[in-house]
């Protein structure tokens, strides 16, 4: 839902990779459906596995919970975000996770790009 958020948002103003450190077999069909609500549509995305490469050509690495599992390289930026997972949650309780991602995603833009 945030690299949605963040392609939405930003548009090709920031290039947005997302991965995991353990990532599903296929998106979360309620995070899909609670993003189809807003206009986003993420059905094409694919869980990947988070690489250390992926990891090193970043500026920006924003983590949700993934702990010693994810690559440290000194110089890159990296945010924890503490969110509650969708994973086996009714829609009302991912449209919540979703609202509060769309508002971290805002911030984080104001932050990183220029005026």
């Not at 963040?6 to 609670?34: C, F, K, Q, W």
């Not at 990891?55 to 010693?68: F, L, W």
Request: aromatic share 4%; proline share 7%; with cysteine.
């Amino acid at each position: 839902m945030a690299a949605g958020w963040l392609t939405h948002l930003a548009g090709d103003r920031i290039e947005v990779r997302s991965a995991g450190s353990a990532p599903a077999e296929r998106i979360n069909p309620v995070a899909v459906a609670a993003m189809a609500e807003v206009g986003i549509d993420i059905t094409a995305e694919r869980p990947k596995v988070l690489t250390p490469d992926a990891v090193q050509a970043s500026d920006v690495v924003i983590t949700m919970g993934c702990g010693d599992a994810c690559p440290i390289f000194p110089g890159k930026r990296y945010e924890d975000w503490a969110l509650d997972d969708p994973a086996g949650r009714g829609i009302e309780a991912v449209r919540a996770i979703r609202d509060e991602i769309r508002a971290r995603v805002e911030k984080l833009i104001a932050e990183v790009l220029p005026r």
